[in-house]
């Protein structure tokens, strides 16, 4: 073997090995794409079963409930004939705590009228209920349930979780999740909330 011959053959070996370097970053980064679209399917598949089970919900009568808050007992009887807004929180969620202001707000415009009833509920204890309304400065009626009837009355679903109950105690409306951001959650509150309370 020449010269010539022997550095082509050498260079020819440099390709081929170069080109094992480039193949294996091209299979990882196909099959991370491919592995991203299947997990990106499986969440909206999730999402949409998810849409589909709350959809279903709409127009169903309210579980049985009377609770008892500081100021009254609220049930699905006190609730005939008024429309009712239900939401469920827990301390440490952050998307909970995120739309309290938003929803203070809301309760400060509406609270005076005698067709509509708003009620927080949690499994925190009551203790912990008045730390967290003084520390928000939240003043809309709250009340300590367990947390099996928490996941009971918000029909199975996450934190936080608001539910509203037309005139006849049906369900009209029922929306789980939510943003940790406080602006989109105020926006949330203001656009989609307020808008149904009020027309309800």
Same mark, same amino acid.
Request: net charge neutral; glycine share 4%.
């Given at each position: 073997m020449n010269l010539k011959t022997s550095e082509a053959f050498y260079f020819m070996k440099y390709l081929c090995r170069m080109k094992h370097m480039l193949l294996v970053p091209l299979l990882l980064f196909s099959t991370l794409i491919h592995a991203q679209k299947t997990e990106q399917g499986d969440s909206k598949a999730v =999402?949409? *079963? /998810?849409? !589909?089970?709350? *959809? /279903? #919900?709409?127009?169903?009568? =309210?579980? *049985?409930?009377?609770? !008892? #808050?500081?100021? *009254? #007992?609220?049930?699905n009887e006190s609730g005939r004939g008024k429309t009712v807004f239900i939401n469920f929180w827990f301390e440490s969620c952050a998307p909970c705590i995120a739309e309290f202001d938003a929803l203070e707000k809301m309760y400060e415009k509406l609270k005076d009228s005698s067709n509509i009833i708003f009620l927080g509920l949690t499994y925190e204890t009551p203790e912990k209920i008045k730390a967290v309304k003084k520390r928000f400065g939240i003043t809309w009626p709250m009340a300590h349930i367990s947390m099996s009837e928490c996941y009971r009355l918000n029909m199975n679903n996450g934190f936080p979780t608001s539910i509203i109950l037309d005139h006849s105690g049906m369900i009209s409306y029922i929306h789980t999740g939510g943003s940790t951001v406080k602006d989109v959650a105020d926006e949330f509150v203001r656009t989609e909330l307020y808008p149904r309370l009020v027309k309800e």
């Open positions: =999402y949409d *079963a /998810e849409q !589909k089970r709350l *959809a /279903e #919900t709409i127009g169903k009568p =309210y579980p *049985a409930f009377s609770v !008892k #808050t500081d100021s *009254a #007992t609220i049930s």
